[in-house]
């Protein structure tokens, strides 16, 4: 398996790429705050989770990388919901994005709990 054929990854570049479309409609003075914050968090979702299977032999370091890729999906939502409350995204699409970001969020915690089932191997005693 390659990392991108893990369901959370592609899963997450899907959302990122969504993020990225919705955004190039946000105003001008967003463009060095909410505008590359969101853009930058939603694609560190996908990255990490690619880092992290990278390191799958590091059950920690995967662990680890896949916490980073969890942060940055909560970092993600956070921004989601400015971007509701600044009338930038209505509540229909700002609950398609939420929806998606949450099935995000448990794949990611299923990896963490279940390391093993991606290879990743106990690295301790």
Not at 9 to 27: I, N, R
Not at 53 to 73: C, G, M, P, V, W
Not at 102 to 121: H, Q
Request: charged share 25%; proline share 2%; glycine share 2%.
């Amino acid at each position: 398996m390659k990392f991108d054929e893990l369901l959370a990854y592609q899963k997450s570049f899907d959302l990122a790429m969504k993020v990225f479309e919705l955004t190039k409609a946000y105003p001008k003075e967003e463009i060095y705050s909410l505008t590359d914050q969101i853009r930058h968090s939603s694609r560190s979702v996908a990255v990490n989770i690619a880092e992290a299977y990278a390191k799958r032999r590091y059950q920690r370091h995967f662990i680890s990388k896949l916490t980073d890729s969890d942060a940055e999906n909560l970092e993600t939502q956070s921004w989601l919901q400015f971007s509701l409350a600044c009338g930038y995204v209505d509540a229909s699409v700002y609950n398609d994005l939420l929806s998606q970001n949450l099935e995000i969020g448990k794949l990611i915690r299923y990896m963490i709990n279940y390391p093993d089932k991606f290879g990743s191997k106990r690295d301790y005693p």
